[in-house]
């Protein structure tokens, strides 16, 4: 399983999403501190979900970091984050 693949699963386990896109724009920064972008390492997800009403978008942001946390810890640099519908 690919690190999409695992964060997808993660994200539907945990925020049940009503809409979930997720996607490698590594190679929008390759060059960038020596990133070659062909490895998973920038991401971004664009997700709508229930769970995220009456929440502020800093506390979405945080929960979804929190997470992936492991894949940040393995070579994630960033996740770009749009929160639809909120």
Do not use: C, W
């Not at 809409?19 to 972008?37: C, T």
């Amino acid at each position: 399983m690919n690190r999409i693949e695992r964060i997808k699963k993660i994200l539907k386990e945990h925020l049940k999403p009503t809409q979930l896109i997720l996607y490698d724009n590594s190679s929008e920064h390759a060059g960038h501190n020596n990133f070659n972008g062909m490895e998973m390492t920038h991401l971004k997800v664009e997700i709508e979900s229930e769970n995220f009403k009456g929440k502020k978008l800093i506390e979405i942001h945080r929960l979804i970091n929190s997470l992936i946390k492991k894949e940040y810890e393995n070579g994630l640099h960033a996740m770009e984050i749009k929160i639809i519908n909120h």
